[in-house]
Every structure is written in C-alpha cells, then in structure tokens.
C-alpha cells in the first residue's frame, strides 16, 4: 500500500493461491507496478477462486472521470484481473471504462466455462451490449478459419476432426444475469440469446434507454424495475414468473407491453406500485383487461395495499376501500410526495 497517495499495487494479490472469494474496492486508485508491456494477471493460476466481486468508488454521472482515470482502469481490468476459468460469481460495479475488458470477448480465454451469475451495475458510460461481449465477434473468426482450413488439402482424419469440433460457447452455464444502473444502455448483445442457453434469471434495474427485451428461449424469470422506457416485451417462450416496480418515476399505468398477449406461459404476474395503479387494477379498472387472463397477479403500493388474483378458482381479494374520495385524496397525496 502506498501511504502517500493512497493506491495499492495489484501485484500484492499475486501469492495469494488459496482465494476462494475476493472483493476488490475502489479500484481506481490500484496501479501495476511491473513494465508497460505485461500480460500476466494478478489472478492467473488462482483455480480456488469462485467468486470474484471488482468495484470501482462511485461517480454521479458517467462523466465524472477524466480520460487518464479511464484509460487506467480500461488497462486494470484487460492486464490484471483477468478471472482464472473457475469463477462461479462475477460481480463488475461502477466501472466507467468505455470498452468492457478484452477478456470478455476473447476466444484465446477459457471463455469462464464455470460461471453462472454475472453482475454488473453502475457502467453508465455504456450505450450497447455488442456481439463482442459474448464472444460473438471471436467466434466468427474461428468459424472463418475452421471454413479457410476445410478448403485446404488434408487427409480423412484431419477433416472428420475439424467437422466436429464443439461450437463455440463463452458462458456456457450462465443462469443468472444482472444489469443495473445503465441509464445509456440501448440494446442487449445478440449473443446473449446464442451462447447463454443455460440463461433462466434475468434481472434489470434503472435501464431506461433500453427498449427491447426479446428473443430469450431460456429465461424463466424476468425482472424489471427502476427507470424503464420499455416498448416490447416479447419472444420469451419459457418464461413463467414477471417482476415488475418499483419504478423510479411517477408511473400510473401498467406498461401497455402488456396488452401484447404474448405471455402464453406466464404462471405469476407480481407488481410493486402506486395506489394508483392498484386503482386501475381492480376488476372495473381501466388495466383489468391486460391482466385477467394471468393465472395469478398479485400487485401491492408501499402503503400495505394490495390486489391478489387467482383466475382458476375466481379469487380476487384485495384491502381497498372502493371510495371515490379517498382514492382522491391518495393520489393526491403521491402527487405531492413525488414533487
């Protein structure tokens, strides 16, 4: 550690065989010490580890960082904290570099062939999820060559081995997927639906510049909540459980995505809102109509209310007083708290 400008070197972490779990802070203040042209993570040969937590200190907005603090976390994370092929848990939080570590899109890597949750929250910088991410870019370049050597001579053998080679996977047991805090994030990688085919959970908070969630044959459980701009929600063919809220915003509908009448496995429709929005979910409600067709809906306010909707025994039960007035006053009252 080094007293006077309070940074430590990651080389410190070099002899420490037997992690089984670390969590690193602040991370923009670790250096490396060795010369420029190092490529030997501080993690390398650490098969012990299983779970790995890497958290930059927290900025406000996504500019707050200047170009020298960039480019010296975007070589922390590519040079020193490559994670050896044994994680489990992968947790990146606040991470401002502009290009996510080149471990993560590299076909040389063991591709992290044991990972199954993967978590990352505040990279605000972030516009888009690209196919590299995933792998998707390698991938295709090792398809180009397998293609290129399958046009050159070679004897039975050799050919009858390349043909079955494996395909290319970079999370092959990834079931859990965490995205947080990305206010810019635009799209989620194609190769999430490709590679992740192990993929059951899918969390989002506060990814208001997404607009699209589609296409994921795995997922079984979706949930969303924070800032959200959503316009499709759909081509989700196993998905039984739906969390929606709370949301960051005064918000006094259900999403009108909704009303698509694609969730045909839908089992569990759970709601954490306004007043409000439980108002216009009772069976006169003006959003009744997009959630009487869900097995069970269930949608509760911060104030102790709530709806509980069972359709195959006609069960509605709810704690809400059908009063004009007091609805009034109500809504009032979270017009005024969100001011």
Same mark, same amino acid.
């Given at each position: +550690? ?13 002899? @420490? ?13 670790? !250096? ?6 190092r490529v030997t993570s501080v ?15 927290? %900025?406000p907005t996504s500019d707050g960082?200047t170009e020298e603090q960039i ?31 080149? !471990?993560?899109?590299?076909?040389? $890597?063991?591709?992290?062939? &044991?990972?199954?949750?993967?978590? $990352? ?15 998707? =870019?390698?991938? /295709? /370049? ?26 290319? +996977? ?9 995205? /947080?805090? +990305?206010?810019?994030?635009? &799209?989620?990688?194609?190769? @999430? ?30 949930? $969303? ?8 929600? %759909? ?21 009108? !995505? ?9 089992? *569990? ?16 409600? %003006? #959003? !009744?109509? +997009?959630? =009487? ?5 269930? $949608?509760?306010?911060? *104030? ?8 195959? &025994? ?8 059908? #009063?004009? /007035? ?8 979270? =017009?005024?708290?969100?001011?």
């Open positions: +550690m080094n007293t006077a400008n309070g940074t430590c070197p990651l080389e410190e972490l070099g002899s @420490l065989q037997e992690l089984r779990y670390l969590s690193i802070y602040k991370l923009e203040t670790a !250096w490396l010490e060795a010369e420029p042209g993690l390398k040969g650490k098969q012990k580890l299983k779970n790995l937590y890497l958290e930059c200190s927290y %900025a960082h480019e010296r976390i975007e070589k922390v994370f590519d040079v020193a904290l490559h994670p050896p092929s044994s994680v489990v848990y992968l947790g990146l939080e606040n991470f401002f570099g502009l290009r996510y570590p080149s !471990w993560m899109a590299s076909a040389s $890597i063991s591709k992290l062939p &044991s990972l199954e949750f993967l978590e $990352i929250e505040g990279a605000r910088a972030v516009t888009t999820i690209g196919p590299e991410f995933f792998g998707c =870019e390698a991938a /295709a /370049a090792s398809g180009h060559e397998r293609e290129r050597n399958s046009k050159r001579p070679s004897s039975s053998s050799s050919s009858s081995s390349s043909s079955s080679s494996p395909p290319f +996977m970079l999370f092959p047991r990834l079931r859990q997927l965490r995205l /947080a805090d +990305m206010s810019n994030m635009q &799209s989620l990688p194609e190769g @999430l639906i490709r590679q992740a085919t192990c993929l059951t959970t899918l969390n989002l908070r506060d990814v208001c510049a997404l607009k699209s969630i589609r296409g994921f044959p795995s997922v079984k459980q979706l949930s $969303i909540s924070g800032e959200s701009d959503l316009e499709i929600v %759909a081509d989700l063919p196993a998905l039984e459980v739906l969390n929606l809220g709370p949301f960051g915003r005064r918000n006094n509908h259900l999403p009108e !995505w909704l009303a698509q009448q694609s969730f045909t496995t839908l089992q *569990r429709l759970d709601v954490s809102g306004t007043t409000q929005q439980l108002v216009r979910c009772l069976q006169n409600g %003006a #959003d !009744w109509p +997009m959630i =009487e067709h869900f097995p069970i809906f269930y $949608i509760e306010d911060f *104030r102790g209310n709530y709806i509980n909707y069972i359709k195959h &025994s006609c069960t509605f039960d709810t704690n809400l007083v059908d #009063d004009d /007035a007091a609805f009034a006053a109500v809504a009032a009252a979270e =017009e005024e708290e969100e001011e």
